[in-house]
Each structure stands twice: as structure tokens, then as C-alpha cells.
């Protein structure tokens, strides 16, 4: 506790406010918001997730927030979440969360991402023993300067997703990504909460390249409703035995173009940095540059 905040558990009365800190934290890094309050909502209610335990806010006397942190289990770590506007209510929030995962799960890895323009935090994290691990990117094209779109490979047919295709999907993504960095296998129905419960779900935005009748590479786009004219991509994937036959990139350039054709001004993605597969410099070759960098901390484990 300080003079000036307390820590406690958040309640659901809180969304609003929370949504709030969310977006007056992105603003003061990158000027626009982050998110909105279906999806933090939409978090709170995944199955992975104990709210009243991993989720947590700094209130001030008068009410009001004055930061958010949440934990939560994946790939064998704990990954924790800090949003805040000072030091001190920071390193409150951290130590906070890495004592609900201490009783949770005594000496499992602590994970925090912080953006990297966010030296104060970042700063929290290294004085509290924290080292950088590893780097992600989020990247991003300007439809305007889009080329042509290039044609398939043969036997590849690039189209939408049917929705009675939803297995076949998850199983290509949960396939392609299982030599990705702490890639952890999502049971379906976990899978279909973050993916198809999406406040953004729109089926006709999931693509898919088949061949001979076979789920070989998918794209899972969204819109991004606090960023106007973004698509967004939340998943590229071909499968292992169909790599290096340029799928990978007539896939997202069929999607650059189908967000173009809607409208859109932007394309955007996260990536890791340093992922095996050659994801950075194939977002390269398709006309894509980094717009903002994260960095991944460690500690324990």
C-alpha cells in the first residue's frame, strides 16, 4: 500500500475504467489507443484466466485508476502485464503480481513485455532483476504503396474460409507455430474463444490456401477498432511440409489486397524478432517495415 494507492483484485465494475488506463497508456507512447473494452472484457472471461485472482488495479483514494496488471500461464512461464503512468505504482503492481504467482506456482519463469519506448517500466522490470530476453515487432504496410498481387504456386488456391472449416484452420495454425518460440498447443475450445469469440470476428476476413483439397496455410485478420483503416493480421501460418514454395507470402499479399479493396490504409502484424521460420524478412519481401518494437523480459525458471 502507499500513501497515494492501493493495490487490490479488479472487479467487473471496473471495466470501463480500466479501459480507460489501457488507452491513456498507448496514447502516451504511441498517440493512439490500445483497446477496447470487449477486448479486455474478452480476456477476463477466457478459460485460462482466474479473474479474481490475476487480475488486478491501482486505485487512488478518490476512486479513480491510476494502473492495471494482470498474470497469466503460458508455454511453462508466467507472463505478466504492467500498465501504469509511474515507477512507483509500477513496481507496486509487479510485485504484486509476481507474489500471486509465487502462490500459484513457486519458482516457475517470470515473463513481463514492455514496449520499447516505455523506459521507465522497462527500468522497473531491470531493477527488480529482470534481464531482455528477446525482441517482437509490430510491423506494417501502407496500402498505397501496395503491388500487384502475385499468382499462387501451382495447385495452390488461395479463397476465404468456409465455417465449417474452423477445425482444419486451428489445426494448420497449431501446426505451423509448433517450432515457434514457447508455443504451447490451445485445446480447440480455448482456441475458439480467443479466435472466433473475438469482439472483431469476421469469417470473411480468415483466409486460406489449399491444396488438392488439403488446409495448408491460413491468415486470421481482423480490424483493429481503436486504429481506423488498420487490418490487422493475427496469424500467418503454413504448414512445415509446405514451406519454401512462396505460399506464405501470396497468402498475405492476397490479404493486402483484400483489405485494400475494403477500404483500409493499413496492414499491420506482430512478430517475434528472431522467429525460425523467417517470418521477419518474408513481411520484409512483401513490402512491410517495423513500426514499433517490444522487448520480452526473464527472471527465474
Known sequence: MSSTFTVRPAKRDDLAAV??????????????????????????????????QDVIVAERSDGSLVGYGDVGEFGGAFWLDIRGFDPETELALLETLERIAHEKKPGLRLLGFVAEKDTALREVYEESGYQVIRHSYRMEIDLQDLGEESPPPERIVIRTMRECELEQVYEVHEQSFEDAWMHTREPFAQWQHWFVKDPSFDPSLWFVAEAEGELVGVSICRRRETEDG????????????????????????????????????????GVDAESPTGAVALYERAGMHVARTSVQLGKGG
Not at 253 to 260: C, D, G, I
Open 19 to 52: 479501459t480507460q488506463v489501457f488507452n491513456e497508456h498507448s496514447r502516451g507512447l504511441y498517440g493512439v489507443a490500445d483497446d477496447t473494452a470487449e477486448d479486455i472484457l474478452q480476456y477476463w472471461e477466457s478459460p485460462d484466466v482466474d479473474f479474481e
Open 230 to 269: 488498420l487490418g490487422w493480421v493475427r496469424v500467418l501460418g503454413v504448414l512445415r511440409s509446405h514451406r519454401r514454395r512462396g505460399i506464405g507470402e501470396v497468402l498475405l499479399r492476397h490479404t493486402f489486397a483484400e483489405f485494400k479493396r475494403r477500404g483500409f490504409e493499413r496492414v499491420g502484424l
